[in-house]
Structure formats: C-alpha cells, structure tokens
C-alpha cells in the first residue's frame, strides 16, 4: 500500500493537535516510501532552523527505516555508525523521526523538530498513531 | 499582518481543489514572510521532481515580491536579469509562484508546480484567492 | 509492480550490449519508482563527466515522467520550462534519459551518456526495450 | 592493471550472492583507480540511505588507499584525523570500504552498505576475493 496524502496530511494535523496540548510549535514532515515530501506544517513561531530539521528526520528515518534516536545511539563516538550524518546531503539522527508501517513494510516516515528531543519524539509519535 | 498557518494551509487545499476539478496532480507549497517553508502538500502521482520546484517557485516569488513569470520574462537571454537562477540555491523563473499581499504588503506567497505553466499558474492563482 | 535488480541490471546490460554494437562507450544508469538509483555501470574509457549525466538523466526522465528530450525542448529560452535545470540538485534535459512503465505506470527510468545524444537515447532505448 | 568493468560487476555480483547467503540487503559499489563510480547495484528492499553510503565508502577507501574502518579509527574524538568527513563532499569512515590491489597498487574500491559494520565488511571482503 503506498502513502495516501490525505493520510500524511492527517498525520501532520494529529502532530499539531498533540503539539497544542504540550503548548509547543512545531515543523512537521511526512515523507513517502520514496523519501519524497509528501507533506509539511510549521506552526505560527516555531523555529525556523527546524523546517529542514524535521525533513531531513523524516528522511533519515525513511532512508534506515527505524527510528532516528536508534542510528543516533549509534553514530556517537566510537560506535559503529559514528559521523554517518555526513552521508545524504545531511542526516539527523536524535529523536523525533518515526517510521510508517502498512504489513510490516515501510511506506513513509514522520519528522518533527521545535522542541527537546523528548518532546518531538513525543509529537511525532502521536502523529503515527493516528494513522496506524 | 502575519500569515497563518491556518491560511497556508487553506491555500494548500484550495489549489488541490481546483486541482481535482482539473483533473491535475500537484505539488503546492506555501512560504511565509521570511520566505520560509509553512505548508507543503504532494498529490498521490504527482510529478517528484515538482516538490522542489513548487518550494522553489513559493520563495523565489517572495524573494522578489512578484510573481514567478514576471521574472521569468526578464531572465531571458538578453534581458536585464539574465541567468538570475543560479543565485539563492537555484531558482525558479516560470509561472507558478504568486505572492500573498495585506495591505499592500507582501506577507507570504504560493508555489505550483506538476503541469504546464498556465495550469500551475490557475491552481497558484486559486490558492491565492481563497485566502485573499 | 516494482521495479527489480534483476530487470535494472538486464536494462544496464542490454545498454551495454547496444554500445558495442556501436562501437561506443557509455555509462548507464537505472532508478526506480522513487528515483532512487538501482545499478549503474560505467564501460572502460567512457567520459567520466558522464557518470553524474547518466544518473541525473535517469532521475530526471523519473521526476517528470518523460523522455528528458521532451524536457530540453520546453526548457530553451523563451519556452516554458526556460532554466527548470536549476531545480533539484541539477537536471540533465537533454536526450539520453527514458522512462520505464508497466501497466500504464511509471516504475523507473534509465539514464545514458557517453556519445552524441542521438546515441544516447539509441542506447537508452535499447536498455528499455530488454525489459518491457 | 586497469579495472575492468567486468571485474567491476563480477565482485559486485559476489557480494551480492554472499547477501543472499547471509539474508542481508546491500548496496554494492566499485570505483576505479580515480575513485571514479564504475559498477553499482541496489538489492530490492535495501536501505535508501545506504545508496550514498555505498558509494562514498567506495570512494573513501580509494581517497586514501585503505579500508573505511582503518580511517575511522583515526577519526574519532582526540585522534588525528579527528572530523575528516568534512572533507571531500562527505566521507564515511566506518567498516565497509575496501580497497583492490593487483601487484601491490590500488587499482580501486568496494563499498558496501545496508547492514551492521562486520556484516557490510563481510560482504566486501567476499566482492573483493571474487576479484583478487
């Protein structure tokens, strides 16, 4: 099953919702099975430094397909993935990147990026759930 | 006045109305004031390589608060701003890109990008118009 | 249907294969539906300036669903497309890149370089037709 | 001795029978002796992000006449190397690069991505072996 936009677009749209709840203004990104933007909202004052933040996490977490905290823990120093970022034009890697599942196949991933780590993460995965 | 979130977005949808009603498929983009990225939307099949051009048309209208053809008129060979595209990352000079006003300002503008420049121009010109 | 590796090499090869025939020297290139890149392979001898030609003519014909000779043809200067090579990360519009359908849907496309762009889009062709 | 081609896609294709042996999906590289792309394949499934990764292994291990893993040793925090990644439109230091020698020269590269650091390694020893 391919990402529809008007899942992606739910998704952003449960990313706001959750972010409002936390009072927090975020950028938020849903890529396709392609790592191609499918669709993207940045909130009213969130950081503009996040716009290609929350991209490239919904990238990165297409391009591996896990979790962007997972390959952080492992590109730190001395471990096996250590300065991967600097492969495909940039990558993010800490927490706030998710995967879109459809039978156990990805099909698209979320970014989010305006906040902690913590925070996006959190946002991010309100967004999957809505459309899982 | 500054846009909203709430007002990229219902440009979004607009443009992917009249998109439907002309039975296209496109990419819509929508930057604010700063030029940057607020709302983006890819329909299902929609021409990949349009995602960076409808962003491209949206922030090159705004860097120059006009719409994208008008430059595109002036970039020819020959004319005044010959080869102005390889500033900013790349422009963008053919229709597509439409500025937002508020009174008589410019405070944001719309980029299309997935058909022939008279049908991006029509959807970038409804979008404008539903938040006008 | 998605594109294999087994298909992407069997284009590559059949291009090959052309290429001797006319006594030429090519790189060839395959992306899939995503226009990510499949297999490439580069003949002893063949430009190396084409190497980046072939893979951009592939993502280039996938991006917009067409033959890249159609693009170069609306993107001269007072035609509609004038300087669309500015957009993503730089696009090839010149013949050589086609794309790769099943079922009415593009899945693919193949990118060559190496000679005139008339034996570009011969060797592009003949990589095609191996696997429709 | 030149790389051939034939070489080229011959250890390409070892590394892929020994993935499939393994059950591991790879992006395969070989660049010649000016670390110059010569062969590339994708196996279906691979990791997007790995496509670049491949590649630039292939490269960096041929910048510097030594396997990836050696350089990465050397750049981490305090080492000598120390951020060297920067250099060259991004390198990646981690095991999966190696280099093919023939009378003791450098006549080129494998790179290999999609799996852990031991497996990618594997596997480029396997492509390199088919060859030497």
């Known amino acids: 099953m391919k990402l529809t936009l008007e899942q992606a677009q739910k998704a952003v749209e449960a990313g706001i919702k959750k972010s409002k709840e936390l009072n927090l203004k975020m950028n938020i990104a849903v890529v396709d099975a392609g790592a191609n933007l499918m669709a993207f909202n940045r909130m009213e004052g969130a950081w503009l430094g996040s716009i290609d933040i929350a991209i490239k996490k919904a990238k990165t977490s297409r391009y591996f397909d896990m979790d962007t905290g997972e390959i952080g823990k492992l590109s ?38 305006g906040s902690s780590v913590e925070n996006d993460h959190q946002v991010a995965s309100a967004a999957k759930k809505a459309i899982s």
């Open 76 to 113: 730190q120093p001395g471990k096996s993935f250590f300065s991967i970022e600097h492969s495909n034009n940039g990558l993010i890697t800490f927490p706030g990147g998710v995967t879109i599942e459809h039978d156990g196949e990805v099909i698209g991933a979320i970014g989010v990026s």
